[in-house]
């Protein structure tokens, strides 16, 4: 057995596009462009404004937060929920308490395949 360590210290920077958020990557399968990683963004923190190189799910797994897409328009989301962007649609997370998400992403994600939608509130 071997044993890893997976927490936000040993998590890498990150300030592209003037985000402020730690990156560990998990999995990076460069046959298939299958990207797992942990994001953890402290109280303030933001990943800003920017286009995802391909379909992206990104699942909260603590705290919360709010996310939008390419309307801008900004959803709140917690522990236990994720959001789904397209390549190519632009999107940004910020927290004001904390959040720690696992961001999957792969040309073959479809969540509505496998996930419940959250019903939006009118």
Known sequence: MKRFAFSAENAWPISDYGSSFRLLRLLHARSS???VDLAYLAPGDVIARHPAGQPQ??????????VSGDDEIEFPIAAG???FWTRGEHHLTRTE??????????????????????????
């Open 57 to 66: 799910l990104f699942c909260v797994i603590a705290g919360s937060g709010f």
């Open 97 to 122: 308490h904390g959040l720690t998400a696992l961001i999957l992403q792969s040309p073959e994600l479809d969540p509505g395949a496998v996930l419940n939608p959250i019903a939006e509130s009118s």
């Open 33 to 35: 462009e299958v990207r």
């Open 81 to 83: 929920e994720a959001a």
